[in-house]
């Protein structure tokens, strides 16, 4: 109910959201806002922010371009009423199952040399490497990429699970890759994970997050290169914090004649928009009607960069957003570094990842 059918993406043109699961939202949230600091910026009279800054001109380089950035003195946390789906409840999933006996079905593997395991010798044929599993399908696989959702009768889809969106983003940072053109990724890392103490199964959140875990496979060396770039890429580690503090709704939290019940509907709150979204669009719309189109969908993101490229007086930067496709805009030179991290994560910490391409549109398409 959270995410956008395979079969369904090449009709969403931008303005469908392909997953909107909590975690997801608040990412995508985030970057609005941060858009929207950035355009508070770019209007007479120019007032202050207290979480964006624009960089003098001596700052930005041919690799730091950004005009602006986050201020060194802000912090990012991210609340979690629940374990992100994926690999970080997996432990949970199996703790509620009423016979926890780990399943024995093969797991599918993918066999293309670019996504092959390392082996020790050249010699040593390469072994297949463990594809991205779907939803909770064999759960006796840990340290592992799964896609969206859980239940094996819903439709398929090639959205990755929360925990391996947010074991990304301790590379590639919490910016979208539109929003890294306009704004540097050096301070968007998430510090904290926060999780009520029974939704943080630490043996599970070390294997999925941490460098003792499966991104132990970003290596310095990497770091080193991605720095050497000067886009601003690292590895930075979120810490993981418990609360005792439960949400109000959480399945713990409710009373013996109250029952919770799965919901389609996202509310999305900024100091900026408040939306209600049912199946990735503005509640009222149907799905596919442009005129459904959330502010923090893909079209809606673009245009936004658009006019604050402009506002900041950035020609060069609307030149670069207004030519091609939104898979045109994503494979521009200026996101080289970007692209680089991304496909070091993907190929030796975050195996099986299945690129997710099918939305690609014009900006000026009326559909």
Not at 160 to 171: E, G, H, I, M, V
């Amino acid at each position: 109910m959270k995410c956008l059918p395979t079969t369904k993406l090449a009709q969403a043109h931008g303005n469908v959201l392909h997953d909107w699961h909590a975690e997801i939202i608040a990412i995508r949230a985030f970057n609005r806002f941060l858009l929207e600091e950035c355009r508070l910026l770019s209007t007479p009279p120019h007032p202050p922010s207290r979480f964006v800054r624009r960089r003098e001109t001596h700052e930005q380089t041919q690799a730091a371009y950004q005009p602006f950035e986050i201020k060194d003195d802000v912090q990012i946390h991210m609340y979690c009423s629940e374990a992100p789906c994926g690999d970080a409840s997996m432990e949970l999933v199996m703790d509620a199952q009423e016979d926890a006996m780990p399943w024995t079905t093969p797991p599918p593997t993918i066999t293309s040399a670019d996504q092959s395991r390392p082996t020790i010798s050249d010699q040593i044929e390469a072994e297949p490497a463990l594809a991205a599993l779907r939803g909770r399908s064999n759960f006796n696989y840990l340290g592992v990429v799964r896609l969206k959702p859980s239940r094996p009768d819903a439709p398929p889809t090639l959205s990755k699970s929360c925990t391996d969106k947010l074991a990304f983003t301790q590379c590639a940072s919490l910016l979208s890759s539109l929003t890294s053109l306009l704004i540097a990724p050096k301070n968007a890392y998430l510090s904290s994970l926060i999780l009520p103490r029974s939704q943080l199964v630490e043996t599970a959140c070390r294997r999925a997050f941490s460098r003792s875990g499966r991104m132990g496979d970003i290596t310095k060396e990497m770091e080193e290169r991605w720095r050497a770039t000067g886009g601003g890429y690292e590895f930075k580690e979120f810490g993981l914090r418990a609360t005792e503090k439960e949400f109000r709704y959480s399945r713990r939290s409710l009373l013996a004649s109250e029952k919770a019940v799965a919901s389609n509907i996202s509310a999305v709150h900024t100091p900026y928009f408040q939306e209600t979204l049912i199946g990735g669009v503005l509640q009222g719309r149907k799905q596919f009607d442009p005129r459904g189109a959330s502010a923090i969908c893909r079209r809606s993101l673009w245009k936004a960069m658009i006019e604050i490229a402009a506002l900041a007086s950035m020609p060069a930067l609307v030149d670069v957003l207004n030519k091609g496709t939104y898979m045109d805009v994503k494979s521009r030179e200026l996101l080289k570094s970007r692209r680089d991290v991304k496909d070091d994560v993907k190929k030796f910490a975050l195996k099986g990842w299945v690129r997710n391409s099918e939305d690609d549109f014009r900006i000026e398409d009326k559909s």
